[in-house]
C-alpha cells in the first residue's frame, strides 16, 4: 500500500530530476569538451602553448648558453674597459672645471685623442646595446609565454575541478593528462628557463654591476665635461 | 662567436652527488611501498626509458660533442585504489645540462576531496656547453666566475581540494630550497614559500564567481639580493552566454614587496605592483569549431629606482580559432596584438628601460590525416615586433615548418620534419641583422608491445649575418627504449 502511494510521488520525482541529470551530462560534455581544446591549445605540439615557450627557451638558450654570454663579457672588456683605462679623465675634468682661453697645442693633442677615445666608447655602447636588445626580445617573450602558460594551467585546473564535481569518472584521464604529461615537461622548461633567465637579467642591467658603475658614471661625467668644453671654444671661436 | 678564453666550468662538485639525493630514490620508493603494504608488482603502472644519443654543437669557435643519455622510470598505482602513488626517477645529460631527479606522490582521491603531497629532489650540473655566470672583478674590471653553478634542489608540496556541488575550493602550498655547491654573493642558496587558495562558487544558475590568491615568499642566505614577498590577488567572474558561448570577466592585483632596498640586485624588479584587467569570450562549435577572443589590460608601477623598470601600460589582444576542413583535416590558428607604453623612456643609449612596444604575431597550424596511415602538417609563424627607446630596433620572424607522418602498420611509423625559420631586425644605433635557420629530423618509431623503439637524426644550421658572417650547427643522432608492460 506504502509502495502503491508512493510510486507517483516516485514517479514526479523522477520526472523532475531527469531534465537535471540530462542538463547535468550535457554541462559535464560541454567542459569535457573545452578541457580537450585547451589541452591541444596547451600541449607541446603542433602551435601548443608549451612547444612556443620551449622554443623560445631553446633559443635565449643557444645565445646565452652556446657563447653570446660569454662574447659579450670580452666585449665590454675589450672595446669598453680597455678603452676606459686610455682615458685621462682628471685631465678632461680640469680643462671642462676651468676652461682656459687659449690651449697649448700639446693639450690640444691630449684632449682630441680622449675625445676620440670617448667617442669610440659610446659607439661601442651602442653596439652593446643592439647585442643585447635580442637577449631582451626573448627573455620578454620567455616571460609572457611562461604567463601565458600559466593562466592556461588555472583555466584547466578550474575546468577539472568543474568536471570533477559533474562527473568524476570522465575526469580522471584529463587530472592523468595534467599530472603525467603537462607538468613534467612543463617543470623542466621552468627550470632551465629559470636558469637561463637568470642570466639574461644580468646581462640586460650590465651597466648596473657595482665592478662597473663607477666607471661607467665616471664616463658620462667626462662625456659632459667634452661637450662643455667644445661648446666653450665653438662659442669663442675667432 | 668570440672564442671561449674564459675556462669552462669545471665545478668541484662534478662528480659529487650529495647523499640526499643520492639516497632520495630508494627513501621514496621505500615510503611508497610502506603506504601500499597490500598491494602487488600487477597494481603498479610501470614506465621505463633508456636513451642515448650522440650530440654536437660547432660554431666558429666552439666545437662540443657529447654521448648524452636520458633514463626515466615511472611507476603509477596502484590501480583502483583510492590511494594512489607514483614514483618517478630521472638521469639527463645532454651539451648544456646534467640532471638528476627523483620525484613521488601520494594522491588521496575521495568522492569531494583529494589531497595530494609531492616530494622532489634534483641534482644540476652546467653541461660542457654551459656558459659560466659571470660578474666583473672590481680590481681588474675583468670578466670572471662567479663561482659553480652546480645546483641541488629540494622541494615539497601538499594540497587540498575539495569539490562540493556548489563551491569548490583549493589550498596548496609549495616550499622549495635551491643549494648550490659553492654559494657567493652572486650565486646563493635560495629558500621559496608559495602558498595559494583559490575558491569559486556558482552564484545562481548560471554564473561562477572565483578568487584566487597567491602568496610568495622568497629567501636569498648571501646573494647581492633582497629578499622579497608577492601577494597576488585575482577574481574572476564567468558566465555562459547560450548554449555555445561563454564570458570571462577577471581583475588581478599583485605587490611585490622588498625587505631591504640597499641590498636589491641591479637585475632585480623593486618594490611595485600591477594591475590587470581582462575579459575573455569562448565559442564552442560541433567538431573542432573554436573561437576564442581575450582583451587584457595591464598597468605595472614601480618604485623609482635607479632609472629602471619605469611604469608604464599594456594592452593585449588575441585571438585564437579551430576549424575543421574537409577530408579529416584541420585548421588552428591565432593572432595576438599587444602595446606597451612606458610613462616616460629613458633616453639614455645605455639604459635599457622598457621602452615602447608593438608587437603583432600570428601564427597558422593545418593538420590532415590525425589518426591515419598518412599524417602532414604544415606550420607557419610570423611575429613583428617594434621596440622604441632613444631610436627604434625593429624585428621581423618568419617561421614555417612541414611534417609527413606515415603508419604503415600500427606498430611501424616514420616522420619527416622540416622547419625553416628566418630573423631579421634593424637597429636604431645602426646595423641591419639578419638570421636563417634550417632544421631537419627524421624519426623512425618500431613499438611491439610492450615495447618502443625510436631511432632519431636531428641536424639544424644557423646562419646570422651581422657585421660578420657566423654560423653554427647542432646534430644529434639517437635512439630511445620505452617499456610499458
Redesign the interface.
Known amino acids: 500500500m506504502l509502495r502503491r502511494l508512493n510510486m507517483p510521488m516516485l514517479a514526479l520525482l523522477l520526472v523532475g530530476l531527469l531534465p537535471g541529470l540530462a542538463a547535468a551530462d550535457e554541462d559535464a560534455r ?1 567542459i569535457e ?2 578541457l580537450v ?1 585547451l589541452e ?2 596547451m600541449s607541446g605540439e ?2 601548443g602553448e608549451l612547444r612556443r615557450y620551449g622554443h623560445s627557451v631553446e633559443q635565449l ?2 645565445i ?8 659579450f ?5 675589450e672595446r669598453i ?1 680597455a678603452r676606459w683605462r686610455l682615458v685621462d679623465a682628471m685631465f678632461v675634468m680640469q680643462l671642462a672645471s676651468a676652461p682656459p682661453s687659449e690651449l697649448a697645442p700639446q693639450q690640444v693633442v691630449t684632449l682630441r685623442e680622449n675625445e676620440l677615445h670617448v667617442q669610440r666608447i ?1 659607439q661601442s ?6 647585442l ?3 637577449v ?2 626573448l627573455h620578454s617573450e620567455t616571460r609572457r609565454r611562461a604567463a601565458a602558460l600559466e593562466q592556461m594551467r ?1 583555466q584547466h ?2 575546468l577539472l ?2 568536471l ?2 559533474l562527473a ?1 569518472a570522465a575526469a580522471a584521464p584529463h587530472r592523468d593528462w595534467l ?2 604529461t603537462f607538468t ?1 615537461q612543463w617543470r623542466t622548461l621552468r ?2 628557463d629559470r ?1 637561463v633567465g ?2 639574461a ?2 646581462l ?2 650590465w ?6 658603475r663607477p ?2 658614471r665616471q664616463l658620462n661625467r667626462v662625456t659632459q665635461a667634452l661637450e662643455r668644453i667644445r661648446r666653450h671654444y665653438q662659442a669663442h671661436r675667432p | 662567436m668570440a672564442s671561449r678564453s674564459l675556462p669552462s666550468p669545471a665545478p668541484a662538485g662534478r662528480d659529487r652527488v650529495p647523499p640526499s639525493i643520492r639516497a632520495a630514490g630508494p627513501l621514496l620508493a621505500a615510503a611508497l611501498l610502506a603506504a601500499f603494504p597490500a598491494a602487488t608488482p600487477a597494481d603498479w603502472d610501470t614506465e621505463a626509458l633508456v636513451g642515448f644519443s650522440h650530440q654536437g654543437y660547432e660554431s666558429d669557435s666552439t666545437r662540443e660533442t657529447l654521448l648524452a643519455h636520458r633514463v626515466e622510470v615511472r611507476v603509477l598505482g596502484p590501480a583502483g585504489s583510492p590511494l594512489a602513488g607514483s614514483l618517478r626517477l630521472a638521469r639527463r645529460a645532454d651539451l648544456t645540462l646534467d640532471a638528476l631527479s627523483a620525484a613521488a606522490s601520494l594522491d588521496h582521491l575521495g568522492s569531494r576531496l583529494r589531497l595530494a603531497l609531492d616530494l622532489r629532489a634534483e641534482r644540476v650540473e652546467p653541461g660542457p656547453l654551459t656558459a659560466p655566470l659571470l660578474s666583473f672583478d672590481p680590481d681588474s674590471l675583468t670578466a670572471q666566475e662567479a663561482g659553480s653553478a652546480a645546483y641541488d634542489q629540494a622541494g615539497a608540496g601538499l594540497r587540498l581540494d575539495w569539490t562540493a556541488l556548489l563551491w569548490d575550493a583549493r589550498l596548496a602550498a609549495d616550499w622549495s630550497r635551491l643549494a648550490y655547491d659553492e654559494p657567493s654573493s652572486d650565486l646563493s642558496d635560495t629558500r621559496e614559500l608559495d602558498l595559494e587558495a583559490a575558491g569559486g562558487v556558482a552564484l545562481g544558475e548560471l554564473t561562477r564567481l572565483e578568487l584566487d590568491v597567491d602568496i610568495r615568499e622568497t629567501l636569498y642566505d648571501q646573494r647581492r639580493a633582497s629578499d622579497g614577498q608577492e601577494l597576488a590577488a585575482a577574481l574572476r567572474l564567468s558566465r555562459p552566454l547560450g548554449e555555445r558561448w561563454s564570458l570571462a570577466v577577471a581583475g588581478e592585483l599583485s605587490w611585490r614587496a622588498v625587505r631591504d632596498v640597499d641590498s636589491l640586485a641591479t637585475y632585480e624588479r623593486p618594490d611595485g605592483r600591477r594591475r590587470r584587467l581582462g575579459v575573455e569570450a569562448d565559442w564552442l562549435g560541433e567538431g573542432w569549431r573554436e573561437l576564442a577572443l581575450a582583451l587584457d589590460w595591464e598597468r605595472e608601477e614601480w618604485r623609482d629606482y635607479p632609472g629602471y623598470f619605469g611604469d608604464g601600460a599594456s594592452l593585449a589582444l588575441s585571438l585564437q580559432a579551430s576549424w575543421p576542413l574537409g577530408g579529416g583535416g584541420r585548421l588552428e590558428g591565432w593572432f595576438e596584438a599587444a602595446a606597451f607604453d612606458p610613462d616616460t623612456l629613458s633616453g639614455d643609449v645605455w639604459i635599457l628601460r622598457r621602452g615602447e612596444e608593438r608587437r603583432l604575431e600570428g601564427g597558422l597550424w593545418w593538420r590532415h590525416g590525425e589518426g591515419g596511415r598518412w599524417l602532414l602538417v604544415l606550420g607557419l609563424m610570423a611575429e613583428d615586433l617594434s621596440l622604441r627607446d632613444v631610436g627604434e630596433d625593429r624585428f621581423r620572424l618568419l617561421r614555417g615548418e612541414v611534417e609527413l607522418g606515415w603508419r604503415p602498420r600500427d606498430a611501424l611509423r616514420a616522420s619527416a620534419r622540416l622547419g625553416l625559420d628566418s630573423y631579421a631586425s634593424r637597429y636604431a644605433g645602426g646595423g641591419d641583422e639578419t638570421e636563417l635557420g634550417l632544421e631537419g629530423s627524421l624519426e623512425l618509431g618500431w613499438s611491439p608491445r610492450p615495447w618502443e623503439c625510436v631511432l632519431r637524426l636531428a641536424r639544424e644550421r644557423r646562419h646570422s649575418f651581422l657585421e660578420d658572417v657566423a654560423s653554427s650547427e647542432d646534430w644529434e643522432t639517437g635512439l630511445e627504449l620505452r617499456w610499458h608492460p
Open positions: 560541454q569538451r573545452r581544446r591541444q591549445r603542433g602551435a638558450e643557444t646565452l648558453e652556446k657563447g653570446e654570454y660569454l662574447h663579457r670580452r666585449f665590454v672588456e674597459v659610446h655602447l651602442r653596439r652593446a646595446r643592439r643585447l636588445a635580442r631582451e626580445k588555472r585546473q578550474r575541478a568543474d570533477e564535481r568524476p599530472a603525467g613534467p627550470a632551465r636558469v637568470e642570466k637579467e644580468r640586460l642591467r651597466t648596473e654591476e657595482p665592478a662597473l666607471m661607467l
